[in-house]
């Protein structure tokens, strides 16, 4: 049996590796283990750091599983959308809360998700083109405001270049801009005078802009991250990072009204918890428990099917035990209807 090597990332003294083989046996190797993927095909890899320096690597398979590694071990496994391939992913400190961001496309739409799989605020952004048909062919990143948080920049196949607020998901100003052809390859950002610059191509030209006017920061400025096609990213920042413990107005649930078959019931803790989720109809009547584990420093999402609920309102009681002991809930309303 041979190991075919699909991707490979370096930073310093650590590797890793993603491999595949015709007996099916698919692997991540790195410097500090090697985890089997369980017939999963690997497609992308990505690293960046945690806040207590340990490298993490992101990897995507063909079933649009996104797996956290790290120290030779599986943190987490998450899926994005089924329904449509997802062949690259890039990493982004869009929200300055002390976690990068798995940042994707889906059809028209660029979606975010941090490690424990929870779609970042004020995502999804939603690209809006004259052309008939929207393709988004590449997504960089890089702060352009001077707000020491990076904007996302997404780029079609018909050559149209969008650049979004990661933290309101709001466009630029002045965008989006034009190369007026099919983009030969991923656009490039590079500094100037310590400004963001951007470089498209198409088949017959090449188009460079100075698209901020302040100084800027590159994060994941090309197709591979950086210059040296390392893929790789360092650890987030945490200058909006969430210090109280069990925030009530970060819980909340989406989509609300729920039409469909499930709801996420979305809240953040600032410390590892068990979260215990009791929904009542506005009678008292109880309907529902949920039992999760929560990941501390970031939101997490547990999901809620009411294929078998009523239309109504309903009251989700949402109760965070840390492992230090805290305890804190908050009510929200969910509105099935059907």
Same mark, same amino acid.
């Given at each position: 049996?041979? !190991?075919?090597?699909?991707?490979?990332?370096?930073?310093?003294?650590?590797?890793?590796?993603?491999?595949?083989?015709?007996?099916?046996?698919?692997?991540?190797?790195?410097?500090?283990?090697?985890? $089997?993927?369980?017939?999963?095909?690997?497609?992308?890899?990505?690293?960046?750091?945690?806040?207590?320096?340990?490298?993490?690597?992101?990897?995507?398979?063909?079933? $649009?599983?996104?797996?956290?590694?790290?120290?030779?071990?599986?943190?987490?496994?998450?899926?994005?959308?089924?329904?449509?391939?997802?062949?690259?992913?890039?990493?982004?400190?869009?929200?300055?809360?002390?976690?990068?961001?798995?940042?994707?496309?889906?059809?028209?739409?660029?979606?975010?998700?941090?490690?424990?799989?929870?779609?970042?605020?004020?995502?999804?952004?939603?690209?809006?083109?004259?052309?008939?048909?929207?393709?988004?062919?590449?997504?960089?990143?890089?702060?352009?405001?001077?707000?020491?948080?990076?904007?996302?920049?997404?780029?079609?196949?018909?050559?149209?270049?969008?650049?979004?607020?990661?933290?309101?998901?709001?466009?630029?100003?002045?965008?989006?801009?034009?190369?007026?052809?099919?983009?030969?390859?991923?656009?490039?950002?590079? !500094?100037?005078?310590?400004?963001?610059?951007?470089?498209?191509?198409?088949?017959?030209?090449?188009?460079?802009?100075?698209?901020?006017?302040?100084?800027?920061?590159?994060? +994941?400025?090309?197709?591979?991250?950086?210059?040296?096609?390392?893929?790789?990213?360092?650890?987030?920042?945490?200058?909006?990072?969430?210090?109280?413990?069990?925030p009530a107005n970060r819980a909340y649930n989406?989509?609300?009204?729920?039409?469909?078959?499930?709801?996420?019931?979305?809240?953040?803790?600032?410390?590892?918890?068990?979260?215990?989720?009791?929904?009542?109809?506005?009678?008292?009547?109880?309907?529902?428990?949920?039992?999760?584990?929560?990941?501390?420093?970031?939101?997490?999402?547990?999901? +809620?099917?009411?294929?078998?609920?009523?239309?109504?309102?309903?009251?989700?009681?949402?109760?965070?035990?840390?492992? +230090?002991?805290?305890?804190?809930?908050?009510?929200?309303?969910?509105?099935?209807?059907?």
């Open positions: 049996m041979s !190991l075919v090597p699909r991707r490979i990332v370096v930073q310093d003294n650590f590797y890793a590796v993603i491999s595949s083989s015709s007996e099916n046996l698919n692997l991540y190797q790195s410097s500090l283990g090697s985890v $089997n993927l369980s017939g999963e095909i690997p497609t992308n890899i990505a690293l960046t750091k945690n806040n207590s320096g340990d490298y993490v690597s992101i990897i995507l398979t063909d079933n $649009n599983n996104i797996y956290i590694i790290s120290n030779g071990s599986i943190l987490n496994r998450f899926q994005l959308s089924p329904e449509n391939p997802i062949d690259f992913f890039i990493l982004s400190d869009i929200k300055l809360d002390g976690n990068n961001y798995v940042v994707v496309k889906n059809k028209n739409q660029v979606e975010a998700y941090n490690f424990n799989g929870a779609m970042a605020d004020n995502f999804p952004l939603n690209i809006e083109s004259n052309n008939d048909i929207i393709t988004i062919s590449s997504i960089v990143s890089a702060d352009i405001e001077g707000s020491a948080k990076p904007e996302i920049i997404v780029s079609t196949h018909y050559g149209e270049i969008y650049a979004f607020d990661g933290g309101s998901g709001k466009l630029i100003s002045g965008f989006p801009i034009t190369i007026g052809q099919i983009l030969a390859a991923t656009p490039s950002l590079f !500094l100037s005078e310590e400004k963001v610059n951007l470089i498209a191509a198409n088949q017959t030209q090449i188009n460079a802009w100075s698209i901020s006017s302040v100084a800027g920061k590159l994060y +994941w400025s090309e197709e591979y991250g950086n210059p040296q096609n390392t893929s790789f990213i360092d650890a987030a920042e945490n200058t909006n990072r969430i210090n109280e413990f069990f989406y989509p609300n009204p729920v039409y469909e078959g499930t709801t996420n019931i979305r809240y953040y803790v600032a410390e590892d918890s068990k979260i215990s989720i009791k929904i009542f109809d506005l009678a008292g009547d109880f309907v529902a428990e949920l039992n999760d584990d929560a990941q501390g420093g970031m939101d997490n999402e547990t999901v +809620w099917n009411v294929g078998d609920i009523q239309s109504g309102v309903y009251l989700a009681r949402i109760e965070a035990n840390s492992t +230090w002991g805290k305890t804190e809930q908050a009510v929200i309303k969910i509105a099935v209807v059907k």
